[in-house]
Antibody, heavy 125, light 108 residues
Framework: QVQLQESGPGLVKPSGTLSLTCAVS?????????WSWVRQPPGKGLEWIGE???????NYNPSLKSRVTISVDKSKNQFSLKLSSVTAADTAVYYC??????????????????WGQGTLVTVSS | EIVMTQSPATLSVSPGERATLSCRAS??????LAWYQQKPGQAPRLLIY???TRATGIPARFSGSGSGTEFTLTISSLQSEDFAVYYC??????????FGGGTKVEIK
């Protein structure tokens, strides 16, 4: 069974860059799946951040696109998130997830079937 | 962006009773809708995709229905482990994937 584990600093200063890594085990990151980041502010709902394919192709939530970079390291079977210029509004539990579904030549239909346990990142000085 | 609205915000149900949760989309998402269950301190768990297909290992007491803009998640006979928050997610408007605000199912 696929397992995902997030890691990274739990505290980031305002205007800094949030960096997280998701290690994938029990399956290959080079499978036919995409791999996503989703976040959840304390006591609030879920927000999709973006996704990556093992080829390095990415798709981002337009509302965060200018600040987000997702990358993949196939040799380590992991992918990473960088979110720049963070503010207190970026304080959240960040989840990595395996994306399931399918894509055509112009669009995709994606939901999330395996999730990491999540990691809380607090933005504070 | 497609806005997903879930109702009610909180549903109080006794164990063994049926629970019916609603999710409404601001525009049609066809059948491209998923449901997730989240317990405190845990990650969401996929229950339903394609509006009505149960994910692997999900008990038959969970069922999904609907298409277009109106969707329902039904839990036929609530078990103690089913008290949680439930989220819907549309995936018809990629890459603008969006979730509903959640429905908390609590013990009556």
């Amino acid at each position: 069974q696929v397992q995902l584990q997030e890691s990274g600093p739990g505290l980031v200063k305002p205007s800094g860059t949030l960096s997280l890594t998701c290690a994938v085990s029990g399956g290959s990151i080079s499978s036919s799946n995409w791999w996503s980041w989703v976040r959840q502010p304390p006591g609030k709902g879920l927000e999709w951040i973006g996704e990556i394919y093992h080829s390095g192709s990415t798709n981002y939530n337009p509302s965060l696109k200018s600040r987000v970079t997702i990358s993949v390291d196939k040799s380590k079977n992991q992918f990473s998130l960088k979110l720049s210029s963070v503010t207190a509004a970026d304080t959240a539990v960040y989840y990595c997830a395996r994306t399931e579904g399918y894509c055509s030549s112009t669009s995709c239909w994606h939901y999330f079937d395996y999730w990491g346990q999540g990691t809380l990142v607090t933005v504070s000085s | 962006e497609i806005v997903m609205t879930q109702s009610p915000a909180t549903l109080s149900v006794s164990p063994g009773e049926r629970a019916t949760l609603s999710c409404r989309a601001s525009q049609s998402v066809s059948s491209n809708l998923a449901w997730y269950q989240q317990k405190p301190g845990q990650a969401p768990r996929l229950l339903i995709y394609g509006a009505s297909t149960r994910a692997t290992g999900i008990p038959a007491r969970f069922s999904g229905s609907g298409s277009g803009t109106e969707f329902t998640l039904t839990i036929s006979s609530l078990q103690s482990e089913d008290f949680a928050v439930y989220y819907c997610q549309q995936y018809n408007n990629w890459p603008r994937l969006t979730f509903g605000g959640g429905t908390k199912v609590e013990i009556k």
